[in-house]
């Protein structure tokens, strides 16, 4: 059973960076499509950035709010998935979450319906 756990949220100040990781376990992450959500109090989920499985080349795909201050990548060797999320503010401040599914569904890697999810790391953007 595909186990995700979050870290790296924190409290930055505007126009600072942070860096999520999603560690799993219990199965190889980079089979898997893996996507960044993120939730704001009051509001729906989100979904910020997508990575594709390997076998399917590894591609990535971006929200529009995030486009050019964030980017996702994965490093096999630690089995784990990385949210770098430069330029912040405070819009950007939710909890944020990382799923993965299994590559048998086809279509745009935001949008997908995520089978396994973790339980969240806390972003917050203030002066």
């Known amino acids: 059973q595909l186990q995700l756990v979050e870290s790296g949220g924190d409290l930055v100040q505007p126009g600072g960076s942070l860096r999520l990781s999603c560690a799993a376990s219990g199965s190889t992450l980079d089979y898997y499509h893996i996507g960044w959500f993120r939730q704001a109090p009051g509001k729906g989920r989100e979904a910020v950035s997508c990575i594709t499985s390997s076998i399917l080349g590894g591609s990535t795909d971006y929200a529009d709010s995030v486009k050019g201050r964030f980017t996702i990548s994965r490093d096999n060797n630690k089995n784990t998935v990385y949210l770098q999320m430069n330029s912040l503010n405070s819009g950007d401040t939710a909890v944020y979450h990382c799923?993965?599914?299994?590559?048998?569904?086809?279509?745009?890697?935001?949008?997908?319906?995520?089978?396994?999810w973790g339980q969240g790391t806390q972003v917050t953007v203030s002066s």
């Open positions: 799923a993965a599914v299994p590559p048998r569904l086809l279509g745009r890697c935001l949008f997908l319906d995520y089978d396994y």
